[in-house]
């Protein structure tokens, strides 16, 4: 039988928590800029051909 979740509650100082965010928000542009390449390779091949995994 699972246990239910459980909250835990922290304490974070503001200039903590403005760095977590600038954080957050460059590797979401890291992430969109990674999706951006990888659509430009996928329409940069020849169709019917697989991407070569590594």
């Given at each position: ?6 909250t835990l509650y922290v304490t974070i100082r503001r ?40």
């Amino acid at each position: 039988m699972t246990r239910p979740p459980q909250t835990l509650y922290v304490t974070i100082r503001r200039d903590e928590l403005r760095q977590l965010k600038d954080e957050r928000d460059q590797l979401q542009q890291e992430v969109l800029r990674l999706r951006s390449h990888l659509l430009q390779a996928q329409l940069d091949q020849p169709s019917g051909t697989q991407p070569a995994l590594c």
